[in-house]
Antibody, heavy 119, light 110 residues
Framework: QVTLKESGPALVKPTQTLTLTCTFS??????????VSWIRQPPGKALEWLAR???????FYSTSLKTRLTISKDTSKNQVVLIMTNMDPVDTGTYYC???????????WGQGTLVTVSS | QSALTQPASVSGSPGQSITISCTAS?????????FSWYQQHPGKAPRLMIY???HRPSGVSNRFSGSKSGNTASLTISGLQAEDEADYYC??????????FGGGTKLTVL
């Protein structure tokens, strides 16, 4: 059974750095073809893809946010970490981690974690 | 403005069929068969409904189907049910190996 769960602070101040951890089970990120993405959703708005890390440690970022994002993995712990710098109130939203397969297939999602950016 | 354009809303009565379109702005996004569709109920995580344009994951009703013509992918829901009322998002792979989501479509079952 594949599960993913996001963890991290619920509240961050503007200009601070956000660190989110995705802990997963039911698959190995060292297996060929496996990937984990981070996706966010501001309140009442659309999904936005942020970043992805692949089984071979390839990393891909949203063009608009790539200067602020870093994604990494710890295969031994079954964890993926997303770091987003210089947080702003417009970054408020629910952040999801999700297993991603070849192409655009995001087949398993975490429950999401709400991050509010406010002073 | 998203690189994938969806109608903001669609509606239909129980038993009817509806189609939601998803148009890619460029062939860099639309020129392949890596399109997926997700259903999201309020307060819930999205759920994969269709992948690779027309494939259904295990457990998804065969009332859901997908297709593609040119740079436009479509999701069709037949035999509408009250439980189908939700937001629907399309997504596409890009030539730079990233993903992009559409702006979402709110489906109302009348």
């Amino acid at each position: 059974q594949v599960t993913l769960k996001e963890s991290g602070p619920a509240l961050v101040k503007p200009t601070q750095t956000l660190t989110l951890t995705c802990t997963f089970s039911g698959f190995s990120l060292s297996a060929s073809g496996m990937r984990v993405s981070w996706i966010r959703q501001p309140p009442g708005k659309a999904l936005e893809w942020l970043a992805r890390i692949d089984w071979d440690d390839d990393k891909f970022y949203s063009t608009s946010l790539k200067t602020r994002l870093t994604i990494s993995k710890d295969t031994s712990k079954n964890q993926v970490v997303l770091i987003m710098t210089n947080m702003d109130p417009v970054d408020t939203g629910t952040y999801y981690c999700a297993r991603t397969l070849v192409g655009a297939t995001v087949d398993y999602w975490g429950q999401g974690t709400l991050v509010t950016v406010s002073s | 403005q998203s690189a994938l354009t969806q109608p903001a809303s669609v509606s239909g009565s129980p038993g009817q069929s509806i189609t939601i379109s998803c148009t890619a702005s460029t062939s860099d996004i639309g020129g392949h068969n890596y399109f997926s569709w997700y259903q999201q109920h309020p307060g819930k995580a999205p759920r994969l409904m269709i992948y690779d344009v027309s494939h259904r994951p295990s457990g998804v009703s065969n009332r859901f189907s997908g297709s593609k013509s040119g740079n436009t992918a479509s999701l069709t829901i037949s035999g509408l049910q009250a439980e189908d009322e939700a937001d629907y998002y399309c997504s596409s792979y890009t030539r730079s190996s990233t993903l992009v989501f559409g702006g979402g479509t709110k489906l109302t079952v009348l």
